[in-house]
């Protein structure tokens, strides 16, 4: 056994049978070329925006920067990631799937995940705001990051076990190019967020 599969073998992950931290082969187009990519590298980002929840839920010192990098995720990163898939992904998927993919639940399940995420994400915001500016987490504080990093992977599992393997499979090649011009589009667009995560932003120390 070569050491490259040694290596992939270590850090396989169990829950995804997928390889975390490296791919074991690589992708034929890159995230900037294709929006499967593109959502399997926002998938790992968000990985490690449970793994920084969970970091700062149990900081016993002030981690500002840490805090910052969470708020920035929750108030601009996800939620554009969120309309990539909502807008993008699972209109184009209702188009395509077949009958005996089942599909219809588990986008319902998805699209009424990310709506109580993002309600959750907005209840932190004044909390990470204040962390950000040196404050440690209160106990309530410490266990909604941890319970949001949990219910955060197992949505992250579904989509990368079911979701898309099967838009690999179903959107056609028009799909994948007219989903791919969406989000670069959306990415050249102001940010668009709501007024609470506008005014923490516009508050915390520049790193």
Do not use: W
């Not at 390889?19 to 992708?27: D, E, N, Q, S």
């Not at 959502?39 to 981690?63: G, I, S």
């Not at 699972?90 to 188009?95: D, E, G, I, T």
């Not at 639940?105 to 109580?116: F, G, S, V």
């Amino acid at each position: 056994m070569s050491d490259m599969t040694r290596r992939n073998e270590s850090h396989l992950d169990r829950d995804t049978g997928t390889i975390r931290g490296a791919r074991a082969a690589p992708p034929q187009l890159s995230a900037a070329e294709c929006p499967i990519e593109a959502m399997y590298e926002e998938h790992f980002n968000q990985r490690q925006l449970c793994v920084d929840m969970e970091m700062l839920a149990a900081a016993t010192q002030p981690r500002p920067e840490l805090a910052r990098r969470i708020l920035i995720n929750l108030c601009r990163d996800l939620p554009a990631h969120f309309e990539d898939e909502e807008k993008g992904l699972f209109p184009r998927l209702r188009a395509r799937a077949l009958p005996e993919d089942e599909l219809e639940k588990t986008l319902n399940r998805l699209a009424r995940e990310h709506e109580i995420a993002q309600a959750a994400f907005a209840l932190l915001v004044p909390a990470l705001a204040c962390m950000a500016d040196g404050a440690l987490p209160a106990p309530e504080d410490r266990d909604a990051l941890r319970r949001l990093a949990a219910s955060e992977r197992r949505h992250l599992i579904v989509e990368n076990a079911i979701l898309l393997p099967l838009a690999r499979l179903r959107l056609t090649e028009q799909d994948k190019a007219a989903l791919m011009a969406e989000i670069r589009a959306r990415r050249q667009q102001p940010t668009r967020m709501d007024s609470a995560c506008a005014r923490a932003l516009a508050q915390i120390k520049p790193a």
